[in-house]
């Protein structure tokens, strides 16, 4: 090798040394704070919540695994909460209705205060739009609390409580509107599909149970309680149906509008399904364009810290020649500190055994990669059958269809004719 080509291995060499020590860092300090916040939890007791009139909303669209068990679990929270629950769809065509109004009545059989709404979409993200059309009626206005929870959720045992109970400050610079839940996934089905998304949800430095930890303050709209007067001073559900990451949008305007968001004690489980490998590739790339789009400041940390240990590996062998103690010193500290996360998040999401981590690692990083560089390369994105645009602005543009196009050119041949 020339002078100039060792020079160039010996930087890659010290490049992925420095590296990897922040991964190992990060990895070490996101095990401790993960531990902090378990022992601030565990100091919470679970405040009553009787006489509190709630409103538990399920948007739902399509058949997602297990629906009718889900929505059904809503028998099974624990609460004191005068809880009432509106489940809804955005379409009278929508599969997800029969089983939802199967699931009403088998509820209301119980005693339970169940109904079922339809509310046509008001822009391109439905969720938002249904959530604006239930919480903005007015069984809405007169609930003290909001909760949704999507339709994959089971709450067979949840201690909605807990949740609630984590909304204690009602004044003051520390007042907080808006709770959200970590929550992990439970793998259903079979095929290399839905172990990736296990992987990625519960292997990795993007399992929310883990990531809390160390953003608190984050969002994720899968579970949340908020209080309607918060989310009124930030401008309202309505605002929310042109963003794709309503729950981000959601949460910055709370922030600014002098309302704090926080990570409730008690999560929950996801019901997952059998999806393809390039589904789930997909639905990660999405998560990643609203944080593209919505967050740009923080795409790069995905690239640098979320699946960084393939690109520290690749480094490594480079600086081999030039520097080979520094390369093999890299080498170690990024396996160990991957090794770590792995582990912290199967802890944090309840999975066991110690076999499997030698699998999420590797396949978890692969998806966020390809998630990622998907997210870069394209604003274009598919949501439970709907393809939507991301512009320049961050507002979503929906897109016609194939088959919407193909009438419109229809409709035009015979105007002509």
Known sequence: MT?????????????????????AWLAIG?????????????????????????????PCAGVDPGLLDNLLSFAELRTQADLSLV?????????????????????????????????????????????????????????????????????????????????????????????????????????????????VLGGALTALPLLCGIYPGGFTGKVWAARPEAVADAGGLARLVDYLGEDFEMSSRLRAAGWGTEVAPVFVHSRGGSPSLDSVIERFSRWMLVVRTQRAALMPSYLLLFFATPLVLVLAGLGAY????????????????????????RHWSRRRGFLGAWIDAPLSDLVL?????????SREVEWRGHRLRVGRDGRLLPMLSEASAAAGNENENDNES
Not at 95 to 121: K, M, N, T, Y
Not at 323 to 344: C, M
Not at 369 to 377: D, F, I, N, P
């Open 369 to 377: 990669l390809l998630a990622w560089v998907r997210a870069m390369g």
């Open 87 to 199: 489940m809804t769809v955005d379409d009278p065509g929508d599969p997800a209705l029969p089983i939802v109004e199967q699931a009403a009545a088998q509820l209301c059989e119980r005693g339970l205060d169940a109904s079922v709404e339809v509310h046509p979409p008001t822009g391109p993200n439905r969720k938002a739009s249904l959530l604006a059309g239930v919480l903005g009626g007015e069984r809405g206005r007169a609930a003290q609390l909001w909760v949704n929870v999507d339709s994959n959720v089971d709450l067979a045992g949840y201690e909605l409580d807990a949740l609630l109970g984590a909304l204690k400050s009602d004044s003051g610079p520390g007042r907080l509107g808006a709770v959200w839940a970590p929550w992990s996934e439970l793998r259903e089905g079979e095929g290399l599909g839905a172990r990736a998304s296990e992987a």
């Open 322 to 345: 030039g520097r080979p103690t520094l390369a093999l010193v890299a080498v170690g500290l990024a396996v160990f500190a991957r090794a770590l996360i792995t582990l912290g998040a």
């Open 30 to 58: 996101a095990l401790i704070r993960r531990r902090q916040l378990q022992r601030r939890f565990s100091a919470q007791p679970v405040r009553s919540q009787v006489g509190r009139s709630v409103l538990l909303v399920r």
């Open 3 to 23: 002078p100039a080509m060792v020079l160039a291995s010996s930087v890659c060499a010290l490049v992925a040394l420095v590296w990897s020590a922040v991964l």
